[in-house]
């Protein structure tokens, strides 16, 4: 008898404990779940970032963007964080969707501050592999030619500074285009006959130093 007395004794024990443990425990459980939810939420950089893909030429509008918290630390290099410094300006390097607008997708006056007395131009070159041999602050000249061999060849611009050359488009219409955009630093008085050339003829590069 007494043996079974010391026994059901210490079972008494054991569910009492077991009890306070558990009490214990979901009083553990509540405290954490409180304290995750008045946490304040950490701190982040708003930094403006494309509310869907953007394709070179691109006249920025309030639709095109959306503000976006980076971690301290992670907001990439040169990123834009005014939308006045953004609205009405034009994509010189087409991005994806979710991507943050840097001065370096942008054309216009950052873009051109060194060159006084030329305006941007973004131009179609037929023949992308002519463009993978360009990069940033190449001077070249573009010739402009007829397919159908209707006119002579004539060069529209000398000393034109390369700006920026795009990543190839993925697009939908990627296949149909051909060739790649690329952005061009020319003298004002003729960047309405480069533009028209790019649509009408077929642009040639010629390196000229």
Same mark, same amino acid.
């Given at each position: 008898?007494?043996?079974?007395?010391?026994?059901?004794?210490?079972?008494?024990?054991?569910?009492?404990?077991?009890?306070?443990?558990?009490?214990?425990? &979901?009083?553990v459980a509540v405290w954490l779940v409180v304290s995750a939810a008045t946490d304040p939420p950490a701190a982040t950089v708003p930094?403006?970032?494309?509310?869907?893909?953007? $394709?070179? =030429?691109?006249?920025?509008?309030?639709?095109?963007? +959306? #503000?976006?918290?980076?971690?301290?630390?992670?907001? $990439?290099?040169?990123?834009?964080?005014?939308?006045?410094?953004?609205?009405?300006?034009?994509? /010189?390097?087409?991005? =994806?969707?979710? @991507?943050?607008?840097?001065?370096?997708?942008?054309?216009?006056?950052?873009?051109?501050?060194?060159?006084?007395?030329? !305006?941007?131009?973004?131009? #179609?070159? $037929?023949?992308?592999? +002519?463009?993978?041999?360009?990069?940033?602050?190449? #001077?070249?000249?573009?010739?402009? !030619?007829?397919?159908?061999?209707?006119?002579? $060849? @004539? #060069?529209?611009? @000398?000393? &034109?500074?390369?700006?920026?050359?795009?990543?190839?488009?993925?697009?939908?219409?990627?296949?149909?285009?051909?060739?790649?955009?690329?952005?061009? &630093?020319?003298?004002? !008085?003729? &960047?309405?006959?480069? /533009?028209?050339?790019?649509?009408?003829?077929?642009?040639?590069?010629?390196?000229?130093?």
């Amino acid at each position: 008898m007494l043996l079974l007395r010391i026994l059901d004794d210490l079972r008494r024990r054991v569910l009492v404990h077991r009890r306070l443990l558990g009490s214990a425990f &979901a009083a553990v459980a509540v405290w954490l779940v409180v304290s995750a939810a008045t946490d304040p939420p950490a701190a982040t950089v708003p930094v403006w970032t494309s509310a869907h893909d953007l $394709p070179t =030429g691109t006249v920025l509008l309030r639709d095109d963007l +959306v #503000r976006t918290g980076y971690a301290p630390g992670s907001v $990439p290099t040169a990123a834009v964080g005014s939308l006045a410094g953004l609205l009405g300006r034009t994509v /010189a390097t087409p991005l =994806g969707a979710g @991507e943050p607008l840097t001065a370096a997708h942008l054309a216009g006056a950052t873009a051109l501050s060194g060159y006084p007395g030329r !305006s941007a131009v973004a131009v #179609r070159i $037929p023949d992308a592999d +002519v463009v993978s041999l360009l990069t940033p602050g190449q #001077r070249v000249s573009l010739v402009a !030619s007829d397919p159908q061999g209707g006119s002579e $060849p @004539e #060069r529209v611009v @000398e000393d &034109a500074a390369v700006l920026a050359v795009p990543h190839a488009s993925t697009g939908a219409g990627a296949g149909t285009l051909g060739g790649r955009l690329v952005v061009f &630093a020319v003298p004002e !008085s003729r &960047a309405d006959e480069v /533009a028209a050339a790019g649509t009408s003829r077929y642009l040639s590069v010629v390196w000229t130093r």
